[in-house]
């Protein structure tokens, strides 16, 4: 394996391991890296030869504040993503710079990333709005994201809902939905009032209108 290819968790035990054993593991003789039923131990699976030897390493709880796996590994995940952004626009650029070959390696990232946004925004859309289908576009705006299935139904997913963990959005999206119907139901109002006006009054205009030919009439 690539140390690049651990998952975070198993960086971390990887990482732990190496600072408090003498008998370090070597990446490259690493086939293999799992969590274990229970979810308490890393195993790296090495070969010497034909034969498996399997190291168990207790996840380093104790380093993850309180968080579970899951939301250790989400964690470290968009701090990656922000570092990159961080290098990318310019700031260590100088100073931190991976080397070249490692940078290269950006160029592969983004033949995947159009895959992959679609990917997480199809599985956030079906987690907040309940719809399965696919996306058959999405277009970045400013304020959000829109996205228009392969059926053409539209969802339009402003920015602070696209910030929050999926079952988050969906009770907001849900509330934001209440929100603008309850809006363009009193919009539709007004304007059905103001409709009314206006024909009251053309009526009116008109029944005036049609009393004056009525007098010129009978005055002739």
Not at 128 to 157: A, C, R
Request: net charge negative; with cysteine; proline share 2%.
């Amino acid at each position: 394996m690539k140390i690049e290819e651990l998952r975070p968790i198993e960086r971390l035990a990887f990482d732990v391991y190496n600072l408090t054993n003498e008998n370090k593991i070597k990446i490259d003789e690493v086939r293999k890296a799992y969590i274990a039923l229970g979810n308490t131990d890393v195993v790296f699976v090495l070969y010497d030869d034909i034969i498996a030897n399997d190291i168990r390493v207790p996840i380093p709880f104790q380093l993850l504040n309180n968080m579970s796996i899951e939301e250790y590994e989400k964690n470290m995940y968009s701090c990656s993503i922000g570092y990159v952004s961080q290098l990318i626009n310019g700031c260590n650029r100088h100073n931190a710079s991976p080397n070249v070959s490692k940078a290269l390696e950006l160029c592969e990232i983004s033949k995947l990333l159009n895959l992959f946004l679609r990917d997480r925004l199809l599985d956030f859309k079906s987690a907040v709005t309940g719809d399965n289908q696919f996306i058959q576009d999405f277009e970045i705006k400013s304020d959000g994201v829109l996205i228009t299935t392969d059926v053409d139904d539209e969802y339009f997913f402003p920015n602070e809902i696209l910030s929050m963990d999926d079952d988050v959005a969906k009770e907001k999206y849900a509330t934001t939905l209440k929100q603008i119907k309850e809006e363009k139901e009193k919009q539709y109002l007004v304007e059905l009032k103001n409709e009314i006006k206006w024909y009251e009054k053309s009526l009116a205009e008109k029944k005036k209108h049609l009393e004056e030919l009525e007098k010129l009439k009978e005055n002739k």
